[in-house]
């Protein structure tokens, strides 16, 4: 079975400019998760998605990031403008229910260098 | 709000030992309770997950204990080698996670 998929693996922007990522989650998987993994920290969530609804933003500073699953499969997350304090790993996760039951799979993740 | 906590932060032991990380969370009403391994600069890597009903989960020579009264988990791993060197993380109901262990087995 394949993964989760991330695209791109690292994107170096300056502040204030927008950056998006996109996550293709495992076939199947009806929820989706994003992630924001600043260096020494443990992940944080920012956005959950059941099917292509949001379950839970809020974590998510709506003044500057957005997301969209509109589909019900893949999703992108954005950042406008981008801050300093956005450096860091943003990771997608899926499950084949909000539950949980099966439990979750990562992607490998994007590097966010904000400059 | 469910709060994890992962304990100690940070680890180091020689090879061949036998070692402990714990996670405590502060919502007994869970799901379940995974536990992961990330490597630097790499995504999570699922090792245990322990359904809300059970009380440990095995695999290999890692085994991942649940106790939802008292609100703690512990994954053992039994004769440590330097390719068990990661940080690891637990993550409960709707995924929230710890800091982490960020363990260094030595040589």
């Known amino acids: 079975e394949a993964g989760v998929a991330q695209s791109p693996r690292y994107k170096i922007i300056e502040k204030r400019q927008s950056v998006a990522f996109w996550c293709n989650p495992i076939s199947g998987h009806a929820t989706l998760y994003w992630y924001q993994q600043i260096l020494g920290q443990g992940p944080k969530l920012l956005i959950q998605f059941q099917n292509n609804g949001v379950v839970d933003d809020s974590q998510l500073p709506k003044d500057r990031f957005s997301a969209e699953r509109l589909k019900g499969v893949d999703s992108t997350l954005k950042i406008q403008p981008a801050k300093l304090e956005d450096s860091a790993v943003y990771l997608c996760a899926s499950s084949l229910d909000r539950a949980g039951a099966y439990g979750y799979t990562f992607g490998s993740g994007t590097r966010l260098t904000v400059v | 709000k469910q709060e994890v906590t992962q304990i100690p932060a940070a680890l180091s032991v020689p090879e061949g030992e036998n070692l402990v990380l714990n996670c405590s969370f502060t919502?007994?009403?869970?799901?379940?309770l995974q536990w992961f391994r990330q490597d630097p600069g790499k995504g999570l890597t699922s090792l245990l997950l322990?359904?809300?009903?059970?009380r440990e989960q095995t695999s290999g020579r890692l085994n991942a204990s649940l106790d939802k009264s008292s609100g703690r988990s512990t994954l053992y791993i039994a004769a440590s080698q330097p390719g068990d060197s990661a940080t690891y993380l637990c993550a409960v109901r709707d995924m929230r996670f710890g800091a982490g262990t960020r363990l260094t087995v030595k040589p």
């Open positions: 919502d007994s009403a869970i799901y379940n």
């Open positions: 322990i359904q809300s009903s059970q």
